[in-house]
């Protein structure tokens, strides 16, 4: 039950005082996948061809995926 408060928590201080995604990318399709990308924070959003609209935001990444160390 803590963990479902702490996530209504934190969904309410990134509405506050997270980003806004003001400045959204054009359409990428990779490996299947059609998306958008916040160009401020790095959030990705599904994107719907058929209806040329966001149809949600995708699930963060793995930390370790996100960066690449050469």
């Known amino acids: ?3 479902a408060s702490f ?6 201080l990134d509405f506050l005082f ?3 995604h003001g400045s959204i990318s054009r359409v ?3 490996e299947g996948e059609t998306y958008k ?7 990705r959003f599904a994107y ?3 209806t040329m609209s966001i149809v949600r935001r ?3 990444t793995p930390m370790h995926t996100r960066f690449r160390i050469a």
Do not use: K, N, Q, R
């Open 28 to 30: 990428f399709t990779l």
């Open 48 to 50: 719907s061809l058929e």
């Open 7 to 12: 996530a209504w928590l934190v969904a309410i």
């Open 37 to 43: 990308v916040c160009c401020d924070c790095g959030a």
């Open 58 to 60: 995708l699930p963060l």
């Open 18 to 20: 997270g980003c806004h």
């Open 1 to 3: 039950m803590l963990g």
